[in-house]
Each structure stands twice: as structure tokens, then as C-alpha cells.
């Protein structure tokens, strides 16, 4: 039996970034992961780091986007300080960039809905019409109406980020365990928990995270934690390596550090069937190249689809057990943005023992309101 | 680096950059070029390290060419055309001769 | 208007395995569609056997009689009714989990799809990756390449000429070259010491094949004969500047460094695996071959209902053999889409030939292993992953951070991310990551193989039109 202070279920973006946070407090710290072929959503990942149109319904969770997207630069230094690795963090803004009028007449009108719900906390947005559009994202196809524009916005590298991440976790000091798939949590009397995995490993831990991805459910449930969560299938394309042209990330394409371009986003409610689909991938080609005509000239690398962890509302759903106040539960499909305030905010939640009132509002108990 | 057992009883004319290369009507473009001593198809996306055909068999991908302004075309899968025009693939911004070109 | 073409069976690639399989299916009436990227057939082994028959006959003799028998397959298929496509890539097959299976393929530039009832995937072998210091520099080339461009342009050798590794495959191209009227510099054979067990294994094939093998010893002792021959070869490198000039290596406790002009390497062959694993059919690591196979059940029934694999690509067994397979995976699947029991197949067809042949394999396999330093590279800076040029030193390093198999290890260092798709570094990264933490091959696993599987272009899948779009319209 391996003893730990705190362990962390799931070696995914939650997961890792939480175990990196808690890391740096000087504990025994226990990453336990599944291993190369389980669903790993976090290998499907688009990489931006956005705040734009968040929080229809919730200006809380806006302002949990902006407030990561701030902490995203000292948290991206400090990783790459510490661990060598490049997480290629950019923050020039980004654009929601609209394929037709229709879809650019309900955008501008979402904003301003955000806007007026959230009053003076707002984050700034722009309305770009097409003509001045030509300058920032040159290329920008001819059926274009126009985009907006949110200077909080960016995009990262989320591979490189959760190499980072446990790079980082292990030089604290902490320690991953792969092929460790968790099949059992039991409550010890006095306190903490032991936690059996397939294969037989057992650890013995005093707190307890699960970050589990689609796993968090199963594992929650034991504890008494109901976590609401089903998966969405996201698929994308991403290209050959190209030349720099496009600085500004795009919800429709964004082009990394290495030239590739990334080209999404697709939502299909296929269970857990994580395979790409030709209709899907060729639709996400006909909306990005109509965004981006000059991208038909390019080879597809590769395309992907994964899993997102998807909530009845979209926002994460953050709990503590009640009957094992040391027991927390964190979901959400925004693993890329929100990773700053998870590896800081949300890691010092647990070292604290509870969860901020202020960030009740994902509590799931929400989704218990009568209609 | 090879050389043609037979003379060309077909022969047509292809071009590799400025090159103006005498090939078999039957020719892969890798095979034309490989007979006409071309060394460097391309270099990588990574670091501009020079490649030429590996395989010869639509595996290694190390001979991906543009032709007639077509991008991604696995040169030993293809064949030679009167007139071809034949450049190293564009895609990771290393040009002709090696220095990372324009767009 | 639809871009789609219905049929019932879908032949992937046209070497003796395809061409059998699909004739095969054509001459029962079943609608059979050969698919081929190369722009005529005979796959590999019979690479453009027509061409080299009617205008190079004199290559004939130098490309000898097993060469020349692979027009009979040729024939058959033009004979038989089967559509042929050649020029076509396979990009894509629908997942298991779509209603329809479909293949999607690039031809003349452009994407469509194509509705079938069953595939048949008979995309042969590619050589075993050889990576070693210095083996992406022009110059270095696998004997494959070399044997192709012989066979499919009369290109012959230049210069000074090292041929390095082991296999069959090695020694035919040399008596082929010999005979072409050039000599390599020197052969560097990898192999280790033989064993008893190797010894002992040729005696046993000689006797149940005794003419494949006498040819195969033929060979090799004819070319042994005329060129130099260094003896259990390791710390194989290769130097120059933009381009091969030079290559080193240990042999017998002696160091050797060599001016070359082409180094040719070849260390066995392996299944081509890709489109299999693409259409989620389960593979399993075969030990005493060294590579990843599918699981088969019957002749040719992957896991997956209504895709077949034949040839090589289902294990090697090489060209005889995939003629018979051919013979027996069209008539298992025939069976399948008329909704019979396939009864008694497999290749009890022919049960002495494919004992016969399958051991001889095992001979082979016993006569030839991979060479150690091939399969797990000794050196750091080896580049692994020649698209991405990620070196064994980094694959290491993050199967110490706790990668316990290769899409970890992709998504970490972007190793495999290339357009080979770990074609070329697939079953190193494997080894290596199962080498550091003591773990099977199986255990480790392999690359997850998403579509596409061969070139398309974002206009192209842009451009596509589908049954789906007619109906909308």
C-alpha cells in the first residue's frame, strides 16, 4: 500500500493540473492515471484559451474564464521555467470569426446579452465587419460577414502543457502512476481513504481528488457525490506544418507554434464512441475553408475526435462529498482555459479543505432546481 | 545516385526546380529524378534536413513533391507527364534551395 | 450528384494476394473492386511485371523466373471481370460503429466514397524499420527501393555501393544486381553468431522446401562468393553532408570506415497493418515474426465483421502463399455475403502447401532475426521518428516520466504525428517504451490509426459529396 497525503484521480488536463498544483505545497502527492489506451480525452484537446461568449446564464463562469485566462502568463512561465518545456501560450486576443449572417447577427447578439448580464464585470469584445477583418487574419475568405473580437482571448499547446504539467508534478517531488485504473474507493474509518486499482495496486491517501474524466461519475457516486456529466464527441482536423500567417486564434481554426493548423469545432451525441466520421470531418472542412479558403491547399495530417466531459449546462461542476468532507470531485470540458486557475485557485481549495462559497454556483445541486 | 540500365526509347521532358530533366514516358517522378543524379526532394518540417526517396513504396513519405501546383503528392507514386513541373512540397516553408521562402 | 460507386467487395491493393482474391471473386459472380495506388498491378513482388514483360524483356532474365511468374496472377485478374482501379489511395474506411461501410479513396485528385458490403485489405508488407545514426540522409535507402526502381525503371546503382542487414530479400537483389552488371562494395551482415537452433533450422527447411530453399541458398552463396562479406555487423552509422558519404561500423571486434555513395539496408519484412488498424480491427503482436498481425479467425475474418485481410498483410507468409490465401479468403467471403457458414477454410484448400510454407517461415524467420541494434538503437541521438525527428534519447526520457505506451509518447513528443503515421517508427517507440519499463509488446500496444490513411488534402475532403447530400438537396 502506497501512502499519500493527497492522491489525484486522472491524469488528464484537470487531473495533472491539480496534482502539479498541490505539489508545490510540499506534501506526498499521488498522480494515479489509467493508461495509453483508455478515452484520454485530454490528447483531443483544440487548445484555446478563450473567454469570449462564456457564461450565457452564468456570469460567474465568465469571470472564471477571464480570471484564468490573467493567471494563464505567470502559470505558463513558471512551468516553463521550471521544467524546460514550452507550452506556447499566446494571448494576441482572438476573434469568433462568422461564416454567414445569421450566424454573425446571433454572436453579436450573445455578446451583448453577456454584456448586459454581467454589467460593469464585463470583459471587452469588438464587432469587426469584414473590411477591417483583412488586416488581422489575412486570407479571410470573401463569404465572411465579420467577426468579434476579445482581447482576453488565446491558445496554447495542450500536449505540451500536460507534459509540462507532470514534468513539473514529478520534479516536486510527486509520483504518477500509470496503468492504474481505479476500481474501488473505501472510506477508513478516522479519516482518508484507500484506493484500489486494476491489477491490484492500493494506495492509502488522506484527501482524495477526482479528476477522472468520464470516470469521476462511477468513482463520485461511492462517495456520495451524483456529478452529472456525459460525454459530447468533438472531432478535428489538423493539417500539414505551414508557413506563420495566422497569429490570432479562431473558434473555427487556430495554427500552432510547429505550422499546423487545428480545424474544428464539430459537437455529435454518439455515446462513448470516440471515432472520426467522414460527413463531420468534411463538414468541418467546408466551414473552415469557407472562413479560410487558402487552408484547401493543404495536406490533413491527422484528424482526432474525443470525449468532452459535458455538464446539463455547459459550466463545471465542482463538489465536495459531504459525507467525506475530504473527498473533491472537479469536471468540465474547458480543460485548457481553466487549467491556471485549477493548478492555483482550485488546488488551494483542497489544501484548505473546502470550496470557497463564492464558487457555489458549480455546485451541482444546481441542475436540483425544479423546473 | 542511379543510372538507367537501357537508353530511353520514350523519352519526355520533365522540369525539378530550374531542371530541365530527360525522363522515361513510363517513370515514376522518383525514379526520373533519382536517374538524374536530384540528391534532395525536400527538406523536413522539423529542422530543413535534406531527404530523398527512402522506400520507394508510398511508406516513408520523405518524397513528397508538388506537381503542376498539386501539393502532397507521394513522388513514387506518380507518373512522369510531358511538361511536369516539379517542386519540393512548400508545406513547411523550407523553398528550393533550402532557406525558409515566403508564403 | 452523388459522388458514390456501390459494390459488394472492396480489394485493397494489387499484389498476388488482391489480384487472386478479387479474380477469385469476380469469376463467382460476386462484384469485386480492386483498388491501387500504384498506376499498374502486381504489388511489390510483381512491381511492373506487364511493363518489364512487354518493353524491357531482357530484364527478365535478370530479374529472374519467380519475377516472371507473377504475369499468370496479372492475367487472371484481366481475364476474370473484376473492376480495377489503379492510381486510387485508400484514405479512409467508415468505423465500425456507422450504419454504412464505406471506403474512402482519392483518384484523379479528387475524394469519393465507396459503399461496399465486405473489404478485403490485401496490403502486403513494407520492410522493418532500420534506424540507426545517420539512415535519413539521402543516399540510404532500403533494398526494396533499390529492387523497385530495378524493376520499374532498369535503374541500376551508381558509384559505391554498401548493402547492409539480412533477409532473402537482401541477397536477391544483390544475385539480381550482379547479373544487371554491378557489384556492391561490400555486404555488412547483421546477423549474430548461429545458434544451433539456426542450424538446425535451416537442415529442417531444406527438407520441406527443398526448392525454395536451394534457391535461396543460391543466392546467397553466389553473392557471398563475389563480394566481400563483413560478419556480424554493429554501431552501423552513416556520415556526409546533405547527402551519404560515408558509412562506419564494428565487425568481429574490428572498427571499418567506408566511402560510399548508397548504403542499402534491409532487416525482414512486416505486415502493412495500417488500414487494418485504421478500420479498428484487433491486433495482436506476433513474437517469433516480430510485428504487429491481426487477429484472424477462418482464412481471413478480422475482428471486425466485414473486413478481411490476405497476404502479407495478414502475416507474412510471401507470394506463393498469398496466391493460395487469395484463393481462400475470396471464398470466405463470397460465403459471408450470400449468408452461408464459410465451412472448412482457412487454407485446407491446400493443407500441405501452407504447412509447408508456413514452416519454411519459421525457418526463415529463425535464419534471419531482426537485428538487435535495428530494433532497440543503442544511441541516443538516433532519429526514431524521421517525419518529426524525434530521437531514441526523447522516447526514453518520457517513457521515464511515465509514458507506458506510444499515444502517450505521440502526444508528448509528437513522435508519429508525421504524414507516415508511424509507418517508419511505429514498432521502435513501441520497443523502446517496453524495453524501459519491462513490459510485453502487447502490453504496450500501438499507434492508434485515425484516417487519413494516406494523402487527401483539405479541399479534397472539402469537395466531397456524399448519398447523404443528394437526398438534402
Known sequence: ?371 | MYRRRDPISDSIIIWFCDRRIEAAADDSVAAALLAASISCFGRTAVSGAPRAPFCMIGNCFDCLVEIDGETNLQACLVTVREGMRIRPHPGNGFGDDGEKGEA | MTQDTCTDVVVVGAGPAGMTTASCLAESGVRALLLDEHTAPGGQVYRSVEKVTDKRPADLNVLGSHYRSGSKAVERLHSSGAQYWPGTSVWEISAAEEPALAVGVVRDGRARMIQAGHIVLATGAMERPTPFPGWTLPGVMTVGAAQTLLKSSGLVPEGRIAVAGSGPLLYLYISQLIKAGKKPQVILDTRPRASLQTKLSVLAALTVDPASMFRGLGWMREVRREIRVRERVHRLRAGGVEKLSSISYESCDRQFTDEVDLLLVHDGVIPNTWLAMSAGCRHHWNVQQRCWVPDITGAGQTSRQSVSVVGDAAGIIGADASVLHGEAVACEVAACLEGKQPGVVGNAAHPLLAWQHRTLRRCLDQFYPPAQEFELPPDDETVVCRCEEVTAGEIRRVAALGCVGPNQGKAFTRCGMGPCMGRKCGVTVSRLIAEHHGLSMHEVGHYRIRPPVKPINVGQLADLETDADAHTD
Open chain 1, 1 to 371: 500500500m502506497n501512502h499519500l497525503d493527497i492522491a489525484v484521480i486522472g491524469g488528464g488536463l484537470l487531473g495533472s493540473a491539480f496534482a502539479y498544483g498541490l505539489s508545490t505545497d510540499g506534501g506526498r502527492v499521488g498522480l494515479i492515471d489509467e493508461g495509453d489506451h483508455a478515452i484520454r480525452t485530454a490528447r483531443g484537446n483544440f487548445g484555446l484559451v478563450w473567454v469570449q461568449g462564456k457564461g450565457l446564464g452564468m456570469p460567474d463562469y465568465a469571470r472564471w474564464s477571464l480570471r484564468s485566462a490573467y493567471a494563464w502568463t505567470p502559470f505558463s512561465e513558471e512551468l516553463q521555467a521550471q521544467t524546460g518545456t514550452l507550452v506556447e501560450y499566446h494571448r494576441p486576443g482572438g476573434f469568433y470569426v462568422s461564416i454567414d449572417d445569421t450566424e454573425f447577427a446571433d454572436n453579436v447578439a450573445r455578446l451583448k446579452q453577456l454584456r448586459d448580464e454581467a454589467g460593469d464585470e464585463g470583459y471587452d469584445y469588438e464587432v469587426v465587419e469584414r473590411a477591417a477583418l483583412c488586416e488581422q487574419l489575412p486570407g479571410i475568405g470573401p463569404d465572411v460577414p465579420g467577426a468579434t473580437y476579445c482581447p482576453h482571448d488565446g491558445h496554447a499547446n495542450p500536449l505540451k502543457l500536460l507534459r509540462a504539467l507532470q514534468e513539473a508534478f514529478r520534479l516536486n517531488g510527486g509520483t504518477y502512476t500509470p496503468s492504474s485504473r481505479v476500481t474501488t474507493i473505501r472510506p477508513v474509518n478516522g479519516g482518508g481513504f484507500e484506493i484500489l486499482c486494476e491489477g491490484g495496486r492500493e494506495f492509502g491517501c488522506e484527501k482524495l481528488v477526482i479528476a477522472a474524466g468520464h470516470g469521476s461519475a462511477e468513482l463520485g457516486k461511492s462517495l456520495g457525490m451524483e456529478i452529472p456529466i456525459f460525454p459530447v464527441q468533438g472531432q478535428v482536423v489538423v493539417t500539414e506544418r505551414a508557413q506563420m500567417t495566422m497569429t490570432y486564434p479562431t473558434n473555427y481554426v487556430r495554427q500552432t507554434d510547429d505550422g499546423n493548423y487545428l480545424l474544428g469545432p464539430s459537437a455529435r451525441d454518439v455515446g462513448f464512441n470516440d471515432e472520426t466520421e467522414t460527413t463531420t470531418l468534411r463538414d468541418i472542412t467546408r466551414r473552415c475553408t469557407t472562413a479560410f479558403p487558402h487552408l484547401r491547399r493543404l495536406r490533413i495530417q491527422r484528424t482526432w475526435a474525443a470525449l468532452r466531459i459535458m455538464t446539463p449546462d455547459g459550466f463545471p461542476v465542482y463538489l465536495q462529498s459531504e459525507a467525506y468532507p475530504e473527498a473533491f470531485s472537479f469536471s468540465c470540458h474547458s480543460g485548457v482555459t481553466l487549467a491556471a486557475v485549477h493548478a492555483t485557485d482550485v488546488s488551494r481549495w483542497v489544501l484548505d479543505g473546502h470550496i470557497p462559497s463564492q464558487y457555489r454556483c458549480f455546485h451541482p445541486e444546481r441542475f436540483d432546481v425544479p423546473a
